[in-house]
């Protein structure tokens, strides 16, 4: 039983294309959120969305949006992606318990753009 | 200026040995610590998180201490295994719960040989 799950585990597109990674806990968990890591290993978050309310947005470019269609789901579409795009992406959700929040990530998404 | 930085970048021991690594950071204000472990191809997994008034954390062979008035942390890891081998991430909140600004160290890439 997969707690968080992503889809697609790998997506290669062109440059200029409009896609989606979808995500998925069946955690029951509040607050879920987008990280980036790129090609050294570092992991930045992007978003995170609590009850539908975007709480955190780093300064990413616009051409990312996360929807949240539902408690359980976070999305994140990307439009007319770059080269610098290219990176793997993580999903993860958390539950504020006792005043701390231990999160859960997905396997990622590994994004190529050619 | 918020930043966590963790040494060695990386480490290779044999299996069985110990090994400690470590994270300093200068983070205000602080809320909590974590330490995460990040198999390749894999989503990061929480090993342990420790606030202001935690000194020690344990999670089985995996063991965390933090000293907050110097800012420093290390994750000390007894009897190594193979499994073991993975990259482990130090992060700190500057805020409780899941509305923290979470700073990612990059990493400390741990192989265990035979």
């Known amino acids: 039983d997969t707690a968080v799950s992503q889809t697609p585990k790998y997506l290669v597109t062109q440059m200029g294309n409009d896609k989606s990674i979808k995500c998925e806990q069946n955690?029951?968990?509040?607050?879920m959120y987008w990280y980036k890591q790129d090609s050294k290993k570092f992991l930045k978050i992007m978003f995170s969305?609590?009850?539908?309310?975007?709480?955190i947005n780093e300064t990413v470019p616009n051409r990312f949006s996360p929807k949240s269609p539902d408690k359980a789901h976070l999305n994140l579409h990307i439009n007319s992606l770059e080269l610098g795009d290219s990176a793997v992406y993580f999903c993860?959700?958390?539950?504020?318990?006792?005043?701390?929040?231990?999160?859960?990530f997905g396997p990622g998404t590994r994004l190529t753009v050619t | 200026k918020n930043q966590v930085e963790q040494s060695p970048q990386s480490l290779i021991i044999l299996e069985g040995k110990n090994c400690t690594l470590q994270?300093?950071?200068?983070?205000?204000?602080?809320?909590?610590l974590r330490w995460y472990k990040q198999d390749t191809g894999r989503g990061p997994v929480s090993l342990t998180i420790m606030t202001f008034s935690e000194n020690t954390k344990s999670n089985g062979r995996y063991t965390a201490t933090l000293d907050a008035d110097t800012k420093q942390s290390s994750l000390h890891i007894t009897a190594s295994q193979l499994s073991d081998s993975a990259s482990y991430i130090c992060v700190v909140s500057t805020k409780g719960g899941s509305q923290g600004n979470l700073i990612f160290g990059k990493g400390t890439k741990l192989s265990v040989k035979p």
């Open positions: 955690l029951g968990h509040d607050t």
């Open positions: 969305y609590n009850n539908k309310e975007l709480i």
């Open positions: 994270c300093n950071y200068t983070v205000s204000p602080f809320s909590n």
């Open positions: 993860a959700s958390s539950q504020l318990r006792r005043g701390l929040d231990e999160q859960y």
